[in-house]
């Protein structure tokens, strides 16, 4: 118990340093290679904060816990818009601050979409299938060439900037990112094993949250700073990441143990949450995509009681 709770609080404080770090050296990057703040929010953020998911959805699919695994995509794309999103919006109404965003956006919204309903349809039919994990990474691939085609700067600087060691000092940001979510979901299984829950549950409480305690860190931090591209940007990425990549994961095995226990019609009622609160998310942001708004204090706790709800339906 003593060595779970210190990979816990230990992972926390790592947590909130390293989400600053990588807030600062993302954007530099960005301004280096000339791409915009939505891109690198999008793809070297939203894959950084994913990598939990990855490392550890690899590592149940190894042990052949199916449902585990979906609860913790599900769970994790939930928490991203509820948890993370609603945090950011409470602090910001907390301050009374307005939020905007750029018009472009507003075609990524509609991938979001796209593929939360691509992941509804792939997790109905059967989502350890070798074949589906192959259409949802090659979904991914085709959103990535996309965002990377409308993610250059109109306008580039003729000069780079003169520090050389951004790039490294962002992976490195990475790292600390991902060994602290580790160590949180190392010490918070731990926990849970001990009273003996369901795969569901812990794959929908402990490793979504723990994973997605990056994703608040990094939002709450980029948005007090008033990047709010970057914090959309990272909020639709990780969960296209979830969805196309972590998703992807189970089918790689091609296991026929990976599917024991798995009910379809067990996950119907959190998968049409995800996809409301999915839906509530981008008209939102369409919103203030067409004009600039101050935050609700009303709809940050609608986002993060949706969370709460959803427990329910996990339990």
Known sequence: MIIASLSIAIGIALIWVSAEKLEKYSVLTAKEFGLSPFFIGSTVIAFGTSAPEML???????????????????????????????????????????????????????????????????IAIDPFDFKASLLLLISLLFVIIFWYKNGVEEEQNEYMTSEKSISLKLMLSLMCLVF???????????????????????????????TSLPEIAASVSLALKGRYETVSGTLIGSNIFNGLCVLAIPGLFMSSEMSKDWFYYDWVPLLFILFIITFIFAAYIFSISKKERKVSLLLSLLFLSSYFISLYFAY
């Open 180 to 210: 602290a979510a580790w160590l949180i979901t190392f010490g918070a299984n731990k926990v849970l094993y001990q009273f003996n829950l369901g795969q569901l549950f812990i794959g929908y409480t402990i490793l979504a949250i723990g």
């Open 56 to 122: 550890t959805t690899f590592f149940v699919s190894y042990e052949n816990k199916g449902s585990m695994v979906i609860g913790n995509v599900i769970g994790s794309n939930v928490a991203n818009l509820s948890l993370v999103f609603g945090s950011m919006l409470l602090v910001l109404s907390m301050r009374k601050l307005k939020i905007s965003q750029n018009s472009d956006v507003r075609k990524n919204l509609k991938i979001l979409i796209a593929s939360s309903i691509l992941v509804w349809l792939v």
